[in-house]
């Protein structure tokens, strides 16, 4: 499945693909501006809302499991910082329950899973997340156990990657390639939410960001301490790589010696939601002004460090 629809009155295309299974929607939406892009792409892989019936109805506790797995309502803030600053942007519309995109496609718990399975697989980095519970298919969650009633059947996780994982992940690497081939770099800012981190002291004052890179491996240094320059400048207390460093997108598609720059951005669920940590509060407003600055600041620092500035290639 795949759409796209032009919108003339502000130059926007929106495209979509993938299915998930159960629902009548893609699983996922890609919004590109053809003539007044910038090289930097936003992807939020954990904003999916489509939750099929038979998902729902195989949670232990739905309600907390979606709570607890989704960037609850990051959308809300990537959608007009792109459209505002003329970035790309890379959203899910199915559910990390379903399936988590940033992770490796070999990431699964198969004790979980019923019918067929590979031979056994030996621990490694492939698989270190789903051993803690939250691989490709999320099994356990700090503070409720176990979240799904019964096994996943092979069937049905083999639709899974097939209707939601690889349709994301293509167009997501189709995307960068277009913008690093027209503007020489490009910046992929993988964006999250994160509950408040704990303090560590009665005094401390805990991040309401962190930039993660991988430790250096994903994104140019240079960009990296930029980002952390600007938010600090705004009077926000920012984290880098700790608590979180960055995940599979992070580490599939940060090739800087091929201009391709990776960064991933936790934003503190207080920041932008209510104190339930439930819905969009007013503070969301001053969260997507922030952050419309901040892709615009990087946007102009990926041009100038592309070697293309003065000559971008034409628009397709």
């Known amino acids: ?33 053809a003539q007044c892009s910038v090289p930097v792409l936003v992807s939020v892989p954990h904003s999916g809302r489509c939750y099929p019936e038979a998902v729902v109805s195989a949670l232990r506790d739905p309600a907390q499991a979606m709570l607890r797995l989704e960037d609850r309502y990051i959308d809300v803030v990537a959608l ?12 899910a519309d199915a559910p ?25 697989v030996r621990h490694s980095l492939a698989n270190r ?4 519970g939250l691989g490709l298919v999320p099994r356990r969650i700090p503070g409720m156990g176990e979240i799904w009633r019964q096994p996943l059947e092979k069937a049905e996780l083999d639709n899974w990657i097939e209707g939601i994982y690889r349709p994301y992940h ?5 995307e960068l390639e277009r913008l690093r081939d027209r503007w020489g770099a490009v910046l992929l800012i993988d964006l999250h939410s994160m509950p408040p981190l704990r303090k560590t002291h009665p005094e401390d004052r805990p991040a309401e960001f962190v930039i ?41 598609y940060g090739q800087t010696a091929r201009g391709i ?52 290639q034409a628009a397709e």
Not at 98 to 116: F, H, K, P, Q, T
Not at 129 to 132: F, K, L, Q, T, V
Not at 264 to 278: F, G, H, K, M, P
């Open 170 to 174: 293509i167009a997501l690497a189709s």
């Open 212 to 252: 993660g890179d991988r430790f250096g491996a994903s994104c140019d240094p240079g960009l990296v301490d930029l980002a952390i320059r600007y938010l600090s400048a705004h009077g926000r207390r920012v984290a880098h790589n700790r608590p979180y460093s960055g995940g599979y997108v992070l580490d599939r």
């Open 96 to 120: 990390r329950a379903m399936i988590d995109l940033n992770r490796s496609a070999d990431d699964i718990d198969w004790s979980m899973v019923r019918g067929e399975k590979p031979r056994a």
């Open 261 to 312: 720059h990776a960064m991933q951005i936790e934003v503190c669920r207080t920041s932008y939601l209510d104190a339930n940590l439930d819905q969009p509060s007013f503070r969301a407003g001053a969260i997507t002004k922030l952050l419309t600055g901040l892709v615009e600041t990087m946007a102009a620092e990926v041009e100038a460090i592309s070697g293309n500035r003065q000559m971008p």
């Open 80 to 91: 007009p910082v792109a459209a505002s600053a003329g970035a790309s942007l890379m959203m």
């Open 1 to 33: 499945m795949r759409e796209i629809q032009s919108e003339s009155a502000t130059d926007i295309e929106l495209s979509s693909g993938g299915q998930i299974a159960g629902c009548a929607g893609p699983a996922y939406r890609l919004w590109r501006s």
């Open 129 to 132: 997340r789903s051993r803690n």
